[in-house]
């Protein structure tokens, strides 16, 4: 039964004044089942196109095939993308597009707080997040990797995963619109994840706006008596440096290696 309550974050996401969701469906309306398949979906397309994500791609197709129209219009086509290629070409666009673009960057809060301080605390926060589903993270590990927010979604925690995903929806709809300005191949998997997403209200299109035109919050991580060393491990270093690209502890194309796995339902 749908509440007409509004929902204010107790974990610190920042989601404030979202309604409610029904039980068993997303914010978006969708049964959580389906929410669940786009992201675990979304999670192996945007991941590093290694021989283990090539050859699981009919796997992919099939659960795709199982899903509302609106979905398949943007995963399908993106599936036919990166199957049809040539893998070495593909590896080095991946690269090109996630690793050496600062508007391509696949951690989250990157856009929402560039490199600043309070990046760090919300880093923290989707650790905890994490910790709270069972999952723990290393502090040499990144915790916001679009792929690992989707992952813990489909497999373990729905509402943690999408509260962080609306907490950071401005720098995911800047993503999408540069996948889909760059012609990529991945934008239909970024445009699917959208879609999970409840539609943008005006604030929301106005975050988006101010972060396209002012990119994120540069303040300098490394004021008198507040040097690198003086930050939580997980924020040292530039995980989206043009010139370095993936984080410590990272693999090619820059997701942190954490064994997550679908559960069954």
Request: glycine share 10%; with cysteine; proline share 6%.
């Amino acid at each position: 039964m749908t509440t007409s309550g509004r929902e204010k974050a107790g974990d610190g996401s920042g989601v404030v004044g979202r309604p409610r969701a029904a039980e068993g469906r997303s914010l978006a309306g969708d049964p959580l089942e389906v929410t669940r398949a786009v992201w675990a979906a979304a999670s192996w397309l945007i991941d590093y196109p290694g021989d283990d994500l090539l050859t699981r791609l009919a796997t992919i197709k099939e659960l795709t095939a199982t899903l509302p129209e609106r979905f398949r219009a943007h995963l399908d086509p993106a599936i036919d993308a990166i199957g049809s290629g040539d893998p070495f070409e593909l590896r080095s666009r991946y690269v090109d597009t996630f690793d050496t673009r600062r508007r391509g960057c696949l951690h989250l809060t990157y856009f929402s707080y560039g490199d600043t301080r309070k990046r760090g605390l919300a880093l923290v926060r989707i650790k905890e997040t994490y910790r709270r589903a069972g999952l723990l993270i290393e502090d040499t590990e990144l915790p916001d990797h679009l792929t690992v927010v989707l992952e813990f979604g489909a497999a373990h925690d729905e509402r943690g995963a999408e509260k962080i995903l609306l907490a950071n929806r401005a720098g995911l709809e800047l993503l999408r619109l540069h996948l889909a300005d760059t012609d990529s191949p991945w934008h239909g998997v970024i445009a699917a994840v959208c879609a999970t997403l409840p539609a943008l209200d005006g604030s929301d299109r106005e975050a988006v706006r101010a972060l396209a035109e002012n990119g994120p919050a540069e303040e300098m991580v490394g004021l008198d008596g507040y040097g690198a060393d003086d930050m939580p491990p997980i924020l040292r270093g530039d995980d989206c440096d043009a010139s370095t690209g993936a984080p410590i502890g990272a693999s090619p194309g820059g997701r942190p290696q954490i064994p997550l796995t679908v559960k069954g339902r």
